[in-house]
């Protein structure tokens, strides 16, 4: 394939918009030479993130097209790449149809393989759906590629790395956060995410509340983001709500051990977040992305998700560490962390297209 403009032109068919996507794109357009499109859906109003959009990347908001418009705005477009945010959108899938023939159209799985009917029914209906669409499959992990196999998608054509936290920010943060903590360090555990049973939001409050009644102490638990569940009151529990990504550096000064107890998370790039800003951590098996970025009883501690009792000896066994320890572990986080990086999302990209040339 030869392109018949200067540059080559990207297209991304984008659902919810998030920094570390944005952060891969800002990378992207810095380093190569290239030309990108992102039509994406609306800001989640539970996640009303304030982004701060790349420049030189042209921004299309979904719900302004109509069918019909889409696809005519992708042909149009003219693009030498196509990139669907997987296949939850039945629009974009109509709309990129045909394009596989000529140039790479992408797909992405963040899902993991557990083998249920669904899944199952998927794989077998995968040659005459989703194999007839897309070319490639851009997975995060070992699981998913695990399933992207399964859905018929050769290994040559699966691709790694398909989501990177934002590493530099998230480490020149952690930096000046951790030479603080070298002092005196912040006896706060911390939980960023959504206010919903499936974050085992309501496991961490109970865990934390019932340790605490049985080990006095003087750690407290901080909570950061909404959702349909309520607040619990407790004088150790502090809730702040939704904050921007601006706002973070204060709260990664101010805590000590981030804790993702999630009974669905399929991957979760805050927990990479947390790992490049030197966070030991503690996460529940159901978060896709400890596999890459969480070593039991080196920088944290893994538990069954949805065990209480499992998660109340993580978080006392964390907390009766030294403070040394604590900095070694935060250390070991930020050198995992560097497994996947913006730059080695954008290389990843790059290889694919500077192949098809």
Not at 164 to 175: E, M, V
Request: glycine share 6%; with cysteine.
């Amino acid at each position: 394939m030869s392109f018949s403009r200067p540059k080559p032109r990207l297209l991304f068919l984008y659902s919810e918009l998030a920094d570390y996507f944005l952060a891969c794109i800002r990378t992207l357009i810095s380093v190569y030479d290239v030309e990108v499109h992102i039509i994406h859906w609306q800001v989640n109003k539970e996640a009303p993130f304030a982004f701060d959009f790349p420049v030189g990347a042209y921004f299309y908001e979904k719900e302004k097209f109509t069918k019909k418009s889409l696809r005519e705005k992708i042909r149009q477009l003219d693009p030498d790449f196509i990139y669907c945010s997987g296949w939850m959108d039945k629009e974009y899938l109509t709309s990129v149809s045909g394009y596989k023939k000529n140039i790479p159209v992408v797909i992405g799985l963040d899902t993991k393989w557990e083998g249920t009917l669904k899944q199952r029914v998927a794989c077998y209906l995968s040659k005459v759906t989703i194999n007839t669409i897309f070319s490639y499959c851009w997975v995060p992990g070992n699981q998913q590629k695990k399933y992207a196999l399964k859905l018929g998608f050769k290994a040559e054509n699966i691709m790694m790395g398909y989501y990177s936290a934002d590493t530099d920010y998230f480490s020149k943060l952690g930096i000046k956060a951790t030479n603080n903590k070298k002092k005196k360090y912040p006896r706060r555990l911390i939980y960023v995410g959504r206010y919903y049973e499936f974050k085992g939001i309501k496991d961490l409050w109970k865990a934390f509340i019932e340790w605490e009644e049985k080990k006095e102490n003087d750690w407290e638990l901080w909570c950061l983001g909404t959702g349909d569940i309520e607040p619990i009151v407790h004088p150790k529990i502090k809730h702040f709500g939704f904050v921007q990504r601006r706002d973070m550096a204060y709260f990664l000064e101010e805590t000590g051990i981030f804790i993702m107890p999630s009974h669905f998370e399929p991957w979760g790039v805050v927990l990479h977040e947390f790992a490049a800003a030197g966070f030991p951590l503690i996460c529940s098996d159901a978060v896709g992305s400890a596999e890459a970025f969480l070593a039991e009883g080196e920088n944290g501690y893994l538990y069954k998700a949805g065990n209480i009792e499992e998660l109340m000896e993580s978080i006392n066994r964390i907390t009766s560490l030294s403070n040394i320890k604590l900095l070694e572990m935060g250390s070991k986080s930020v050198n995992m962390a560097v497994k996947i990086t913006p730059k080695m999302w954008a290389e990843t990209l790059m290889e694919l297209i500077d192949n098809k040339k």
